[in-house]
Each structure stands twice: as C-alpha cells, then as structure tokens.
C-alpha cells in the first residue's frame, strides 16, 4: 500500500530542545516537501529536495534543518533557534518532477507544541 | 498581488445544493492547477487537477479553467454534509523549470448544513 507516512503525530518539545520529525514515502516520488501551517494559514514552505543528497530552502527555513540520505526519506528537524515552532508540519511528495509531476501528494502531518 | 487568492468565506450551503468555490491566480504562463481537499486537523487530499480550458468532471465535483480571466473554480454538486471541510487551490510557481513547488491559496472554508 504505497503513501507517505509522518511520525509521530503528535509531538511535545520543551523549549531549547531540538526534535525530528520523520516523513518517509515508498511511492518512488523523487521530489519530497516540508510546509507548516498555522491555524487560519496557507502552506508555507520550509525545505524542498529534488534528488537524493540535495535540497533547497523555502519561504521559511530559518530554525529548521533537513537532510535527503535515501530517496524514501526526508527527516526535519525543528531546532532550538526556531522561536514559534508549534505548528502543523505537513510533508508532501511528487513524481519524476523532470516529466511535469506538479502534483503533491501529502502524508498525514505532526502536530508540534512547544511547552 | 498574491500568486494564488480565493474567496474567503466562510461558505454555508444547504445539503443537495451546489458550491462554489473561486481561486485567481496572477501568473497568466501557468499550466495547471489544483484543488485540495482538507478536513479538520487532516492533511490536504488532491481531489482535482486540470490543465486545459473548460470543464472538468469526476463525479460531483467539476473544476472549471479560464486562463483567459485567470480563475479556476470547483463546483461541488448535490454537496454532502461529508463535503465540510477546507478547499485549496494551487498552481505551480516554477513554470519552465523542474523544481515542482507549488503555491497554496488561504483555502475557503466549506459547510453544508442538513
């Protein structure tokens, strides 16, 4: 059963703590996204990675960090120096984006509050 | 301008009727377009692409293109309380190039009333 999955769900950081959040997906998709969404928000777009071993910032990478080791797997983690971290982090995938693969495909999110 | 502007609602529509919902976009280049689906505390579910002028239908949903005027909409037919939920739009914004990233609207907040 192919899709992406987000874990954990649910998540609790105390302040000055970094944390990860995991996003893995075995639909073969090369592209992988990170956004966060605020209540009453659109999506904002953290991080992006095209390819294996790259990646790009987005709108609102400050605080954040990732990395692209598998093509399956594009973890973020929401650092200390992220100073209103507590979101909704949505992780999304595309197909071959070289052949016109617009579409982004979501997993189900972590909710992220900040004691 | 904002890339992408949709109507903010709220939206309220008694059950059976049809729903509109309205999505402007700025880049007249752009080649295709999306519709999210989202649930409260749910992440977006793609429910509709389309890339030409016209029409569109999959069963009650219709997404309607008219780059000319540069909207796209999504009518919703004989809606279901099951439809109340949060619509995005999205274009891409990296036309002519393979980065893949796409804009969001705010999203219009859909309820269909029993």
């Known amino acids: 059963d192919g899709g992406i999955t987000q874990s954990p769900k649910y998540l609790f950081r105390k302040e000055g703590q970094n944390v990860t ?6 639909l073969n998709h090369d592209a992988m996204y990170w956004y966060r969404q605020d209540p009453g928000q659109g999506l904002r777009l953290i991080y992006y990675s095209q390819i294996v071993n790259d990646f790009q910032k987005g709108d609102i990478a400050e605080g954040y960090s990732v990395s692209r080791e598998k093509k399956e797997s ?14 909704f982090y949505l992780c999304a995938s595309s197909i071959d984006i070289t052949g016109g693969g617009d579409e982004q495909f979501f997993g189900p999110g972590t909710r992220l509050t900040v004691l | 301008q904002k890339e992408v502007e949709q109507n903010s609602g709220p939206l309220s529509v008694p059950e059976g009727a049809i729903a509109s919902l309205n999505c402007t976009y700025s880049d007249r280049g752009s080649q295709s377009f999306f519709w999210y689906r989202q649930y409260s505390g749910k992440s977006p579910e793609l429910i509709m692409s389309i890339y030409s002028n016209g ?19 999504l009518l919703i037919r004989d809606s279901q309380p099951s439809d109340s939920a949060t619509y995005l739009c999205a ?16 999203g219009t907040q859909l309820t269909v009333w029993p």
Do not use: H, I, M, W
């Open chain 1, 74 to 87: 594009f973890p973020l983690t929401v650092t200390s120096a992220q100073k209103n971290p507590t979101a």
């Open chain 1, 21 to 26: 959040l995991s996003c893995e997906q075995n």
């Open chain 2, 91 to 106: 274009v891409p914004r990296d036309r002519g190039s393979t980065l893949g990233r796409l804009y969001f609207g705010r």
């Open chain 2, 55 to 73: 029409d569109k239908e999959d069963g009650r949903f219709t997404a309607q293109l008219n780059k000319a005027s540069q909207y796209v909409s």
